[in-house]
């Protein structure tokens, strides 16, 4: 795929996924009455999870939309380091929220895993304010990009395995559906990670791993808010 091919791929799928967030955000919001009492904490949860990521997210791809638009990557390297900073804080709480909601679906209780996971928040907030993370640059430096986000990796795989360990055991397929998701969004995401900055073309896996987290948030809908049976094929593991 060529430079300006990639680049208006980018563009449209990065406009097209925030009028989808922030319309399911709206309609969510509108569309509240319709949950069922007992489930209306947790679909609360879901809608402040999902504006929280849409915030960050406005800021991130957002801005990669206006970058291009004022002349390309390189030339707007702060904007776009600004927006990797905004959706790199959203998103680190939405994995909170996403843990509390584990916390209030399957009436869990914080013991040393839970506490370690909300302990690699402010450890993870703490590297990102070093200066050596270059926020200014439109690549992540070598070392503390894949280092800062070693804390968001170990506070999504907490939630994953929270998800799919207690989603199996109750045969709730609305959340382990959003636990799969969970999976192939890290999937995705790990090789931009570690491989990008010397790899440009490997940022597209940024597409689908995006399209996971807008999955959860159509299963959320879906489930909680409609109350269908979104997944009714069973799976082999009940």
Not at 104 to 133: C, D, T, W
Not at 182 to 209: E, H, N, Q, T
């Amino acid at each position: 795929m060529s430079e300006e091919l990639r680049m208006f791929v980018e563009i449209g799928f990065n406009v097209l996924y925030l009028i989808v967030v922030w319309t399911m955000n709206g309609v969510m919001s509108m569309q509240m009455g319709r949950v069922p009492q007992e489930d209306r904490k947790v679909a609360n949860m879901f809608r402040w999870a999902f504006v929280l990521l849409a915030l960050g997210d406005t800021g991130h791809v957002g801005f990669r939309v206006a970058a291009y638009a004022l002349g390309g990557i390189e030339k707007n390297s702060l904007l776009i380091g600004m927006g990797a900073l905004a959706t790199a804080i959203t998103v680190t709480f939405f994995y909170v929220v996403m843990l509390y909601i584990w916390k209030e679906r399957f009436h869990g209780k914080f013991g040393p895993l839970e506490y370690a996971l909300l302990a690699s928040v402010p450890v993870r907030l703490i590297v990102m304010a070093f200066p050596q993370n270059d926020w200014g640059n439109s690549l992540p430096p070598v070392f503390w990009g894949p280092f800062r986000n070693l804390f968001l990796v170990i506070l999504g795989i907490g939630v994953l395995y929270l998800y799919l360990r207690d989603s199996i055991k109750t045969k709730d397929r609305l959340f382990r559906w959003m636990g799969y998701c969970i999976f192939f969004s890290y999937l995705f995401y790990m090789p931009v990670i570690l491989l990008a900055r010397d790899i440009p073309a490997i940022g597209m896996l940024m597409i689908p791993k995006t399209i996971m987290y807008v999955a959860i948030q159509f299963l959320a809908y879906l489930g909680l808010w409609t109350q269908k049976d979104i997944i009714p094929i069973p799976l082999s593991v009940d």
